[in-house]
């Protein structure tokens, strides 16, 4: 872990403004690793990252106390407040709980700030032939994950329609539905928010901190009760002070069948029942459409219905709540045919620009001018793939460029050669207009270059025909992979591991451990590159203007990707490659490199390659 004992910063730290983190950017190199910034007050509570080439810093994401009116005191040692729990019987229990008595697993305990509520489950059974309750479970199951014709995804809730506390659950292709009584809410009755559309309980609006009551004595509402001592908060609850712990207890309504307009309420009745049923209909009519009796249609990807005795009954699985950002290197994404969305592992992707400098799948960045070749990456375990790369040391003493790229993929080998030039299988294939598929393999041009696509395992590889290289994998390939751009385990520290397993900190002999094939495939005739001294020989005029060209990336060209991604790498990595420049349009590699890199971040650029001159190199 690298310590910035003087920095002040920092970026995106969700707080209250209060506790924001005031100071100055700072750039890092150590991508992916953690960063001690000892100036942070309180900095159990942070951590650190060196992300993007700058040091991000997050608060540790504390549970949402909304609706809590008995907060405790942040402990002086913690992070996160809490909301008061519960003790029933000598166990503490904290706020959001729920049991079930080891005797009667129909019985059901729930604590929420100070209040517990015990009811008895109801069961609703979807089908004719249910199996007996799971051991520690309440209610039968039913063979197939279906409730209203909505399909119950496994770990995901479905509720009905007509009766919102009825919700359903799949586990191993057998459904299960159950109704709950609704905790004993613990607010003052002008902070009592009302079930809104498909919603099944109250709630309490805002927060407060708790008011310490008496020993013993329980604080519910704005109502104090003495221990020991019995109330009822309404006419269907009855509670009891215990220990500073209210345990009340509520009836469960059952599950009724018939739909939520032929539901009375009569007057001091807690819990509704069917209006008396009319002349029973054989459809049902929705708009112009009419469904008979036991159809079920998709109204969308989240709700399905069902006719029944001439009424519509409708179920929609319930999506969890995204208050948490998605971990690092996943991204919240909307799957196709999926009703809610849900954190996924982001591509791993390894680029390859100028006079090799290399960034890995896990953000590793180093620089390589071997003039062999060598292998890119692989995949070490089930050997669905390999790339290899041919570097060319174009006349130049120290300096390289990628020049070709090998393919193996199911059985196929694809090369791509300068000019975009592509074989498969050794037959020469040109791109149509709308891409061109050859044996599973799809290529296209895309940004000046050929994208690479194969269908069955997923990678992606983009070849400007000159030396910008892109290397995408799915996230299957966690910790599988091999090769210059490192393992893919979200580690940068040990990417740069040889070809028997060492860990090699010196990028020479790092790749040159993944060197393959004779030393015919080497340009300079050698594996050993002698360091780059050509920049210092240049005169101060030609560094100046080497330098200017490279200053580009700090210019108005680029500011729109500033905020997302440090140029830092990217202008060091330029001034290199200005060293042995044959054309004097080398800057234009690690331009791209940082496009690219900024496009995936979501930064916009608008005609840089136009601006900068680097259109003319394709």
């Known amino acids: 872990m690298k310590s910035f004992p003087w920095l002040g910063v920092l970026t995106w730290v969700s707080l209250a403004s209060a506790n924001n983190i005031i ?86 305990f729930t604590c929420r700030g100070g209040v517990v509520t015990d009811t008895i489950e109801q069961c609703f059974t979807p089908c004719n032939d249910p199996f007996p309750p799971l051991p520690g479970q309440c209610c039968p199951t039913c063979s197939g994950c279906r409730v209203n014709g909505q399909t119950v995804v496994p770990g995901r809730t479905v509720r009905s329609m007509e009766d919102p506390c009825l919700k359903c659950h799949c586990s191993n292709g057998k459904v299960s539905c159950a109704k709950k009584a609704c905790p004993v809410v613990h607010c003052s009755p002008s902070s009592v928010l009302p079930p809104g559309p498909g919603e099944c309980c109250p709630s309490c609006q805002g927060s407060r901190k708790l008011m310490l009551p008496p020993q013993g004595k329980c604080i519910l509402g704005t109502g104090l009760h003495e221990a020991g001592r019995s109330f009822m908060p309404d006419h269907c609850t009855i509670c009891e002070c215990v220990n500073g712990t209210s345990v009340c207890s509520r009836p469960s309504c059952p599950v009724l069948d018939c739909p939520l307009e032929k539901q009375e309420l009569k007057p001091n009745s807690c819990c509704p029942h069917c209006s008396p049923k009319s002349e029973l209909s054989n459809t049902c ?210 990417d740069m591991t040889s070809r028997w397993g060492e860990p090699i900190v010196d990028p020479d002999k790092f790749g040159n451990s993944w060197r393959v094939g004779g030393r015919r495939a080497c340009s300079r005739g050698t594996t050993l590159v002698p360091k780059q001294q050509g920049c210092f020989s240049k005169t101060g005029y030609q560094r100046r203007q080497k330098e200017r060209l490279c200053k580009i990336l700090r210019s108005r060209v680029f500011a729109p990707c500033h905020k997302y991604l440090n140029y830092v790498m990217y202008y060091k990595s330029c001034l290199v490659d200005m060293c042995e420049c044959p054309s004097n349009m080398c800057y234009c590699e690690s331009f791209t490199a940082y496009a690219h890199e900024c496009a995936r971040l979501g930064a916009t650029l608008h005609d840089w390659k136009k601006e900068t001159s680097c259109q003319a190199r394709h």
């Open 285 to 494: 009519k929705v708009g112009d459409l009419t469904y008979e009796d036991g159809e079920t249609w998709q109204v969308d990807l989240c709700k399905s219905c069902v006719c029944k005795e001439g009424s519509v009954r409708c179920a929609a699985e319930m999506c969890p709540q995204q208050n948490k950002a998605c971990p690092p290197n996943q991204n919240l994404v909307h799957l196709e045919g999926q009703c809610c969305p849900k954190c996924v592992e982001s591509d791993g992707v390894c680029t390859v620009f100028g006079d090799p400098h290399y960034k890995t799948f896990d953000g590793k960045f180093y620089s390589f001018q071997g003039s062999c070749k060598y292998l890119l990456a692989a995949d070490r375990v089930n050997n669905t793939f390999s790339i290899r790369v041919t570097n060319d040391a174009r006349n130049t003493k120290t300096s390289s460029w990628t020049k070709t790229v090998s393919i193996k993929v199911d059985g196929i080998k694809i090369n791509l050669g300068e000019k975009r030039r592509v074989k498969i299988n050794g037959k020469r294939v040109f791109i149509s207009k709308y891409g061109t598929t050859r044996n599973g393999i799809h290529l296209s041009e895309a940004d000046d270059s050929v994208l690479v696509e194969t269908q069955q395992t997923g990678l992606k590889v983009l070849w400007d025909g000159n030396s910008f290289l892109e290397v995408s994998v799915p996230a299957k390939y966690k910790g599988k992979l091999e090769g210059l751009c490192g393992n893919f385990n979200s580690k940068p520290g040990d």
């Open 23 to 108: 100071g100055s950017r700072e750039a890092c190199s150590n991508e992916g690793e953690l960063v001690n910034v000892e100036s942070i007050k309180d900095i159990r509570c942070f951590t650190c990252m060196c992300k993007n080439g700058f040091v991000e810093c997050q608060k540790e994401q504390c549970p949402s106390q909304e609706g809590c009116h008995m907060l405790l005191e942040i402990p002086k040692n913690g992070c996160c407040g809490k909301c008061k729990g519960c003790i029933y019987k000598g166990v503490e229990y904290d706020s959001g709980v729920e049991w079930r008595d080891p005797d009667n697993p129909c019985k059901v």
